[in-house]
C-alpha cells in the first residue's frame, strides 16, 4: 500500500470513529426531540444530560481529526467537496454549534421558556445535522461531484443522498438507543431499559427496512459503490454488518443490553468502512482517484508522524475517558436521582 493509500485509510478509520461516537450523541438528541411533552419527557431526557455530559465535546475530535486529514492529505477531495456542497455542510456547521449551545445552556437557564428553547436548537439540531451530514456522504458516493464542479442542489438533493441522510439519522437514533439503554441498567433504572430498548429495536427495524429499499435505488443510482459494495472486501463488511444486525437484535430481544453495545457500534463501523472499501481505489467515484488528490509525498510522511504521535499521545486517554464513563466512574446518577428529574413517573408505557 503506498503513502497515500495508508493515509486514506486513516482518513476512513477516523471517519468511521466519529459515526460511532459522534453518532450516539446524535442520537442521544433524536430521542430528546421524540420523549413527548416536559412532564411525559423529563425521565429519559434526565438519563440523556447525564448520560451525555461527560463526553459530548470529545466525541467531535474525530471531526476535527478529519478534517484536518482531509485538508492536510487530500486537499483536491477537501476543495471539491467542500465548493461543490457548501450548503448542506454549512447548514450542519450551523447544526453542530446550535446543538452545542442548546445543550450546554438549556440546564442552568432559569427561565423555563429559555430551557425549552435551548432544548428545542439541541434535539432539532441532533436531527438535521446528521441528516446533511449524510446526503453530503451519499453525494459523494454517487459520484456527483468531482474537481471543478459547482455547487448545484442534485450534488446533494438526489436519491442516494436522501437514502444516506436517513440511514445516517436512523442508524445515530439506534445507537443513542442502545447505550442509553445500557446506561439505564447501568444505574438500575428498569424501566427506561425498557423504554430505551424497544426504541433501539423500532430504530433498527427501521434501518434495515431502508437498507432493503436502498438496494432499488443505489445499482443504478451509484453504479461504482454497488460493484463494490457485492464483491471482494466491500462485501466481506457488509456481510459483516448484516451479521452485527442479526445479534444485535438477538442480545436485545432476550435483555443483553450490556454486550449489544459492542455488535452495535460494530454495525455502524463496519458500513462506514465497507463504503469507504467499496469505492476503491477512488476517493470520488469516478473523477478522482485517492493518488490524484494526494498532496505532496513529503506532507504525507509528516501526517503520518503526526497521526502517531497523537496516537500515543491522545489514544489512551480517549479510551481511558471512554472507559471511566461507560463503566459510571465520571458522574454518579442513582434512582433517587432519576426519580427527581422524571418526577417518579415510569417511562417505561411512552
Known amino acids: 500500500m503506498t503513502t497515500a493509500g495508508i493515509v486514506a485509510l486513516v482518513l476512513l478509520l477516523a ?65 471539491t467537496v467542500f465548493s461543490s456542497m457548501w450548503l448542506p455542510l454549512a447548514l450542519a456547521v450551523v447544526g453542530l454549534v446550535l446543538r452545542g449551545a442548546g445543550f450546554a445552556l438549556r440546564k442552568p437557564i432559569k427561565r423555563v421558556a429559555g430551557r425549552r428553547l435551548y432544548g428545542a436548537l439541541f434535539a432539532v439540531s441532533s436531527l438535521l445535522t446528521p441528516y446533511f451530514l449524510g446526503a453530503a456522504v451519499g453525494g459523494i458516493a454517487s459520484g456527483r461531484v468531482a474537481p471543478g464542479t459547482t455547487a448545484s442542489a442534485e450534488a446533494w438533493a438526489n436519491p442516494t443522498s436522501f437514502f444516506f441522510g436517513l440511514l445516517t439519522v436512523t442508524g445515530t437514533a439506534f445507537l443513542g438507543a442502545v447505550f442509553l439503554s445500557c446506561d439505564a ?50 462485501l466481506v463488511l457488509a456481510l459483516v454488518a448484516v451479521a452485527c444486525t442479526v445479534a444485535t437484535a438477538v442480545m436485545l430481544l432476550r435483555g443483553h443490553t450490556r454486550w449489544s453495545r459492542f455488535t452495535a ?14 469505492q476503491r481505489p477512488y476517493l470520488i467515484p469516478t473523477s478522482l482517484t485517492i493518488e490524484q488528490a494526494a498532496g505532496a509525498p513529503s506532507t504525507l510522511v509528516w501526517l503520518l508522524v503526526v497521526t502517531l504521535v497523537a496516537l500515543l499521545l491522545v489514544g489512551p486517554a480517549l479510551v481511558l475517558l471512554y472507559w471511566l464513563d461507560t463503566h459510571a466512574e465520571l458522574e454518579s446518577l442513582s434512582e433517587s436521582d432519576l426519580r427527581e428529574g422524571g418526577g417518579g413517573s415510569p417511562a417505561g408505557s411512552g
Open 15 to 79: 471517519v468511521a470513529a466519529y459515526a460511532c461516537a459522534g453518532g450516539t450523541d446524535y442520537g442521544a438528541g433524536f430521542w430528546d426531540l421524540t420523549a413527548g411533552g416536559a412532564e411525559r419527557g423529563r425521565r429519559p431526557r434526565w438519563l440523556i444530560d447525564h448520560a451525555m455530559a461527560p463526553v459530548w465535546e470529545v466525541n467531535n475530535v474525530w471531526l476535527i481529526f478529519v478534517l484536518v486529514i482531509m485538508w492536510t492529505g487530500f486537499p483536491l477531495l477537501f476543495q
Open 185 to 234: 441498567e447501568r444505574w438500575n433504572a428498569p424501566d427506561l431499559v425498557g423504554y430505551f430498548r424497544r426504541r433501539a429495536l423500532g430504530a433498527l427495524a427501521v434501518a434495515a427496512l431502508l437498507g432493503v429499499a436502498a438496494l432499488f435505488v443505489v445499482p443504478t443510482d451509484a453504479p461504482h459503490l454497488w460493484s463494490g459494495l457485492t464483491q471482494g472486501a466491500g
Open 265 to 278: 457500534t460494530g454495525i455502524v463501523a463496519a458500513s462506514v468502512v465497507a463504503w469507504g472499501v467499496a
